[in-house]
């Protein structure tokens, strides 16, 4: 690889530079202060607050969270999926990772069959790992995975929810996404939580997805519908711009891909 040309500045710059950077971090502090109440009223889809919402995030995201549900800006994208495409219905089976404690009772009370699953947390109907589910195949109409697939093996993750789908069933995902990436961000060498905060924004990722992610869910089989955040609902629900949550559709009459290899 050609080595960039890149200057060393003199010490004198250093020092300079050493300076100049606390006075920006003060700055910086100030406004964010003075930013941190925004005055805007916003409604919460998800309990129907309406009026000033909080910060949330490192670093913080103006009106991300609710005050009274806590929600924040991909809960309440997942509440309008669930008012405009959901049509959950009393006759579906509903299987749902790591389940948001605010939309427990709100799927509860729409399916007829709702199961909660965690690989770490203890307070679910099944411990599972998403990566090799010990479930029968075909026996759930919608799987909710919010915020899983850049923990894990997300092709194996992917390959078993199609499994585990009845035909005509759908996956709905959030995951962090860089769109203008070609291709999804690993590295074998970050291996230490600090690392994994660098380069993958969360101490606990493994990944940072590019858009080959939507190649990935249709290699596993599904159909892919984006649904959108878009105007006027960013400045009413207080969502994040283009924010996008992933419906994936397992076909009716089409069968599981074959797996290639299968390790362990
Ligand atoms: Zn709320």
């Known amino acids: ?9 003199d010490p004198r710059q250093l020092r300079l530079a050493r ?10 502090l100030r406004e964010f202060e003075a930013m941190m109440v925004t005055g805007f009223s916003r409604t919460c889809p998800v309990c129907g607050y309406v009026g000033e919402f909080a910060p949330v995030g490192e670093p913080p995201r103006l009106d991300g969270l609710c005050p009274l549900c806590r929600s924040r800006e991909r809960h309440r994208l997942f509440k309008l999926w669930i008012e405009r495409r959901g049509a959950i219905t009393t006759d579906m089976a509903v299987l749902h990772f790591a389940p948001e404690p605010v939309f427990e009772p709100i ?3 729409l399916a007829g069959t709702y199961v909660t699953a965690d690989f770490l947390r203890t307070k679910v109907d099944l411990k599972l790992n998403i990566e090799a589910l010990e479930l029968d195949d075909a026996g759930f109409d919608l799987i909710v995975a919010h915020q899983i697939l850049e923990h894990v093996d997300h092709v ?6 199609f499994r585990v789908l009845k035909p005509g069933g759908r996956l709905v995902v959030t995951t962090p996404v860089i769109e203008a990436w070609a291709t999804t961000y690993v590295n074998p060498a970050i291996t230490t939580a600090r690392e994994r905060v660098l380069h993958f924004g969360q101490k606990d990722h493994s990944r940072y997805f590019g858009r080959d992610l939507k190649d990935h869910m249709r290699a596993a089989g599904f159909v892919l519908h984006e649904f959108v955040s878009v105007e006027p609902d960013v400045s ?4 994040m711009r283009g924010e996008t949550l992933y419906e994936l559709t397992r076909p009716a009459g089409r069968p599981i891909p074959q797996k290639k290899t299968r390790k362990g």
């Not at 194996?156 to 929810?161: F, H, I, R, T």
């Not at 009413?236 to 969502?239: D, E, G, K, P, Q």
């Open 236 to 239: 009413t629900y207080a969502l």
């Open 156 to 161: 194996k993750a992917l390959g078993e929810c």
């Open 1 to 9: 690889m050609a080595r960039d040309a890149i200057p060393t500045p």
């Open 19 to 28: 300076g100049a950077l606390e006075r920006i971090r003060r700055r910086r």
């Open 107 to 109: 799927l509860r009370a």
